[in-house]
């Protein structure tokens, strides 16, 4: 099983989530990334201090999330809805292994996630027909414009669903004190550990 976490600057939760896991499951391949990350960071030093008082040394280099990253997942984890989201629309051939982290242990056939996914696929798909078709006669500005005209039905439709998701977000503790990247740390041991059972039911 390989697996890949992904939050925004790959310095707090995702490096967390990866360290925890490697921890609790060595036999698993762990990865973390961010979407808005630059390379060779290293992990936040709340991140570091909360880890280290559970007896965990952290070696991180932050990275970017890339295509051959997420080709080389079996499982994409994300920290938010959010950063999920930005995925799908990025990667929709991928679909079938991204999830939030907390929706993966909770609650895996999430109907209206599985209703969004079909709905950013086909999104994809009729936006990039529309630039084939139209992309050599409108200006980017003109682009923009019509894209927007032309899909608005099916962005509208995606808010919708959007608005009916769960809250499957992991707080973020960047900025904070230690006291909060333990609160952070706390609520992530939890769910690693049912990701870890629920890995371990799959290979068994």
Request: a negative charge; aromatic letters at 8%.
């Amino acid at each position: 099983m390989k697996v890949l976490f992904v939050c925004t600057g790959n310095t707090c939760r995702s490096p967390m989530a990866e360290a925890l896991l490697k921890e609790r499951a060595p036999s698993v391949e762990v990865k973390s990334a961010g979407i808005y990350a630059g390379k060779g960071s290293g992990a936040s030093q709340g991140t570091v201090d909360a880890l280290r008082q559970d007896g965990i040394q952290v070696n991180h280099s932050s990275q970017p999330v890339s295509p051959a990253l997420i080709e080389w997942a079996d499982l994409v984890l994300t920290m938010t809805t959010q950063h999920k989201q930005a995925l799908a629309l990025q990667y929709p051939t991928y679909n079938d292994k991204l999830f939030t982290l907390k929706e993966y242990v909770l609650m895996e056939d999430n109907e209206v996630w599985q209703q969004l996914k079909t709905a950013y696929a086909e999104l994809e798909e009729k936006r990039a027909a529309f630039i084939k078709e139209r992309g050599k006669e409108l200006e980017p500005n003109e682009m923009d414009r019509a894209l927007y005209d032309y899909l608005s039905k099916e962005i509208s439709e995606i808010q919708v669903l959007e608005a009916r998701l769960p809250n499957y977000d992991i707080s973020d503790p960047f900025g904070g004190n230690l006291s909060v990247y333990e609160k952070t740390m706390k609520e992530m041991k939890k769910y690693i550990e049912l990701l870890a059972k629920k890995i371990d039911n799959k290979d068994s």
